[in-house]
């Protein structure tokens, strides 16, 4: 009898000194407002030279400026709303010389609303015409989310700078909880 109850007190001792570790909570997505940080594309495309039916590959960069935008991620139902606006700088070279720029700008409420889910590392987003969106996330933690993917190059409908047109093009953004 005295050998069991010391092996109770083993036990006991040794279930309250093995502390077991909560794992970290998954970041949420859901119920906050989100600041655009950062925005940037990289495409390629081609350019018409001048005078000839001929054209060349060109490169094709922008850049976000005056970021004043939010993103709202609701749920139940899980829906997505961007706010505000943004400058894209977008920048066209040929062989590394700068052949054109332009600034436009992106309204929030005119480029994104509709509902989204988070599936094996992408954030899928379908807006109110159905378009599916599918970004990669690469970074995801409780207040910083950063995604990745190919846009439609059919997007840039106010992308115009005469005999430039856009090819295969992949976007990133970043998103800051408030």
């Given at each position: 009898?005295?050998?069991?109850?010391?092996?109770?007190?083993?036990?006991?001792?040794?279930?309250?000194?093995?502390?077991?570790?909560?794992?970290?909570?998954?970041?949420?997505?859901?119920?906050?407002?989100?600041?655009?940080?950062?925005?940037?594309?990289?495409?390629?495309?081609?350019?018409?030279?001048?005078?000839?039916?001929?054209?060349?590959?060109?490169?094709?960069?922008?850049?976000?400026?005056?970021?004043?935008?939010?993103?709202?991620?609701?749920?139940?139902?899980n829906t997505v709303m961007a706010e505000g606006e943004f400058v894209f700088?977008?920048?066209?070279?040929?062989?590394?010389?700068?052949?054109?720029?332009?600034?436009?700008?992106?309204?929030?409420?005119?480029?994104?609303?509709?509902?989204?889910?988070?599936?094996?590392?992408?954030?899928?987003?379908?807006?109110?015409?159905?378009?599916?969106?599918?970004?990669?996330?690469?970074?995801?933690?409780?207040?910083?989310?950063?995604?990745?993917?190919?846009?439609?190059?059919?997007?840039?409908?106010?992308?115009?700078?005469?005999?430039?047109?856009?090819?295969?093009?992949?976007?990133?953004?970043?998103?800051?909880r408030q």
């Open positions: 009898m005295k050998n069991l109850w010391y092996v109770a007190l083993f036990a006991l001792a040794l279930f309250t000194g093995c502390a077991v570790e909560d794992e970290p909570a998954e970041p949420q997505l859901a119920g906050g407002v989100w600041s655009l940080e950062s925005a940037n594309v990289q495409a390629s495309g081609t350019a018409v030279i001048p005078g000839t039916q001929n054209s060349v590959p060109v490169s094709i960069t922008g850049n976000g400026e005056d970021y004043d935008m939010t993103v709202v991620f609701g749920e139940d139902p700088f977008v920048e066209v070279s040929v062989a590394g010389i700068p052949f054109a720029d332009q600034r436009f700008p992106v309204q929030g409420t005119e480029t994104f609303a509709g509902t989204w889910e988070i599936n094996n590392d992408q954030l899928v987003m379908v807006d109110t015409d159905n378009d599916v969106f599918e970004m990669e996330i690469l970074e995801f933690t409780e207040n910083r989310l950063r995604v990745s993917g190919m846009p439609n190059v059919m997007d840039f409908s106010e992308f115009d700078m005469s005999g430039v047109t856009p090819g295969e093009a992949t976007a990133e953004f970043v998103l800051v």
